[in-house]
């Protein structure tokens, strides 16, 4: 069974702070790692994705992926009460596109 | 209208009806999903259509019935459905569904939240 891991949360940080997100995967011949935000009571929004080893960053986000590992973070720097969202990990392995259940992160003003 | 639209936002109907769900996509994307979104669980794929085939169906309740009529529309019908088919069903396209890409990430719509009585 291909499984994606999440700490359900609720993770909680304060305004201005770094933001912290994991997902763990078991398929090792995973290709491609996204990051989704989704609102409550709205759908999700693509906000990254990575799929070389290393950091990647886009304005106040960093996606971190170690394949070694099986590791697949967000960073999310300045947090805002905008950000407060549920964050979907999501790992594509050939066309199978597997999702977490996803980190409900509040940031508190 | 751009992106994914769908079509009802929110939907309840009784165990003995029919209806129907309702997606559009206006990217011009190749591949279309269904996806059921229950709390706390990770999304669930439901359905793919690829260039308007079905090309995986996991296992799903023949009670549920899906159309491509074309690469833009993608319909879910619903029939003789259970209160634990209560969720929010969601739509998403992508350019293509068999990719060598990193970046081929799905647009979602905004989804229909159906309740079973």
């Known amino acids: 069974q291909k499984e994606v891991e999440q700490n359900s949360g609720p993770l909680s940080v304060p305004e201005g702070a770094i933001a912290s997100l994991n997902c763990t995967y078991s398929?090792?011949?995973?290709?491609?790692f996204f990051w989704y935000r989704q609102y409550s009571g709205k759908s999700p929004e693509l906000i990254m994705f990575?799929?070389?080893?290393g950091d990647k960053e886009d304005g106040r986000f960093t996606a971190q992926l170690n394949k070694a590992s099986q590791y697949v973070s967000l960073l999310i720097r300045d947090s805002q009460p905008s950000d407060s969202a549920t964050y979907l990990c999501?790992?594509?392995?050939?066309?199978?596109?597997?999702f977490g259940a996803g980190t409900r992160l509040t940031v508190k003003p | 209208e751009t992106g994914v639209t769908q079509t009802p936002r929110h939907l309840v109907m009784g165990m003995t009806n029919k209806k129907s769900l309702k997606c559009e996509q206006h990217?011009?994307?190749?591949?279309m999903y269904w996806y059921k979104q229950s709390a706390k669980k990770p999304l669930e794929l439901m359905f793919v259509?690829?260039?308007?085939?079905?090309?995986e169906n996991n296992s799903v309740p023949s009670r549920f019935s899906p159309e491509c009529p074309n690469s833009s529309h993608l319909f879910l019908h619903l029939h003789t459905l259970q209160p634990e088919d209560s969720a929010l069903y969601l739509c998403?396209?992508?350019?293509?569904?068999?990719?060598?890409?990193?970046?081929?990430?799905?647009?979602f719509g905004s989804g229909t939240r159906l309740t079973v009585v």
């Open positions: 259509y690829s260039l308007e085939e079905r090309v």
């Open positions: 998403a396209s992508s350019q293509a569904w068999l990719v060598d890409l990193g970046d081929d990430g799905y647009t």
């Open positions: 990575i799929y070389s080893n």
């Open positions: 999501a790992v594509k392995s050939n066309n199978d596109m597997r």
């Open positions: 398929d090792r011949g995973s290709q491609s």
């Open positions: 990217l011009g994307h190749n591949a």
